[in-house]
């Protein structure tokens, strides 16, 4: 069978499962089979396909076909142009996704030169020949795979990164994720901020079946961390990013068969109205960041108004901004702990 006919058979079967992008999936699978990428497969689309092949090809169709999302087969997702292993223990990282990491990392990134300038003013020029721009320290709350703490940690220079999640299986393919991309960023496992207080620190490479801690708990393993040794004194931040579990529970019965039978509904339900992470967040999350510190967080697109509410009702950050994605749509909020006054 010729290739380019063995991808149309593929993409047929395909939209017959009801798979939305049959046509880029048949592509992709037949791409992640071979090892090419599509510029070869579309050079080489005359070609035959050997037997051997084409029921390999076929397998792959058939499970894709079977609604297992595309990501759980070739096992990657590039997000932000890094490169991620997924799983399902986590959420698969979303393009929207992308518009939370571009807004963080331009803030800090602007934040950082307008510091330096704003020193280098007080103290002349000799100073600013020597002084360099603060460090800034980052936490990446509920981080599943890791996608925004790693991509952060990958753009802008000089900034600490913590990240945390309740699930130990998913602190494990971040931290695999931290080692492909090259970052150093520092584990906690908890729930929301429970690991922060604690101050307790998990090994990522430690095998996340073995042990017993649970979240929060005792007895996982340690190591001397940036959040110890600092006494009863808690750690703050000066950003806090989250994409917290946000979907509405009475959604989750029309998500897509690929998301709600394959991926961790622990990163998905967000409660009765899809808000119940963000009360805590916004509640606690004063707490953990410094005067002025940012909070950036994902929400869905119909929570903007419920996010601005939740947030000016506490009194104690800046009024809320929402960003939208490219389609318009309420996508992320940003908002700043108010200084002292
Ligand atoms: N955006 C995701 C989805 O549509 C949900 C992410 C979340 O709940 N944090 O499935």
């Known amino acids: 069978m010729k290739t ?69 087969i070739t096992g990657t997702q590039e997000f932000m142009g890094f490169e991620f292993k997924v799983s399902p ?20 990134i602007e934040g950082r030169k307008s510091a330096a300038h704003a020193k280098a003013q007080k103290r002349g020029k000799l100073f600013r020949m020597f ?47 931290a080692r492909k991309n090259r970052v150093e960023i520092e584990f906690v496992c908890g729930d929301l901020f429970a690991a922060i207080k604690s101050g307790d620190q998990m090994d990522p490479k430690a095998d996340p079946a073995a042990g017993s801690s649970g979240a929060g708990g005792s007895g996982r393993p340690l190591w001397p961390s940036r959040l110890q040794g600092k006494g009863s004194r808690v750690q703050r931040f000066d950003m806090i990013v989250s994409n917290p579990p946000y979907i509405k529970r009475s959604s989750i ?47 869905g697109f119909d929570q903007g108004e419920a996010l601005r509410k939740m947030i000016m009702d506490t009194g104690r950050y800046s009024v809320p901004e929402i960003i939208h994605d490219l389609a318009g749509r309420d996508r992320v909020v940003k908002c700043r702990k108010k200084k002292p006054e």
């Not at 223990?89 to 800090?108: F, N, S």
């Not at 795979?145 to 940690?153: D, E, F, M, T, Y």
Request: negative net charge; charged residues 30%; glycine residues 6%.
């Open 4 to 72: 380019r006919v063995l991808i149309k058979e593929g993409e047929y079967r395909l939209s017959k499962a009801g798979v939305m992008d049959a046509r880029i999936d048949s592509e992709e699978l037949y791409c992640f089979l071979t090892g090419c990428d599509r510029v070869v497969l579309f050079l080489n689309k005359e070609q035959e396909a050997d037997k051997e092949t084409e029921e390999a090809y076929f397998k792959l169709i058939e499970k894709r076909a079977a609604r297992v999302p595309l990501q759980h």
């Open 253 to 299: 019965a029309v998500l897509q068969e690929e998301v709600k039978s394959h991926e961790p509904m622990l990163a998905l339900d967000g409660g009765e109205d899809g808000l119940d992470y963000y009360r805590r967040i916004i509640d606690e999350a004063h707490d953990y960041l410094k005067s002025g510190g940012w909070l950036f967080l994902e929400i």
């Open 89 to 108: 223990d986590v959420l698969i990282p979303r393009q929207e996704t992308e518009i939370l990491v571009t807004e963080a990392a331009r803030t800090l």
């Open 131 to 177: 002084s360099s721009p603060p460090e800034y320290d980052v936490l990446d709350l509920c981080c599943g795979s890791g996608a925004i703490g790693v991509s952060l940690a990958k753009i802008c220079e000089d900034i600490s990164v913590t990240a945390s999640d309740i699930s130990k299986k998913a602190l494990a393919i971040a931290g695999e994720n």
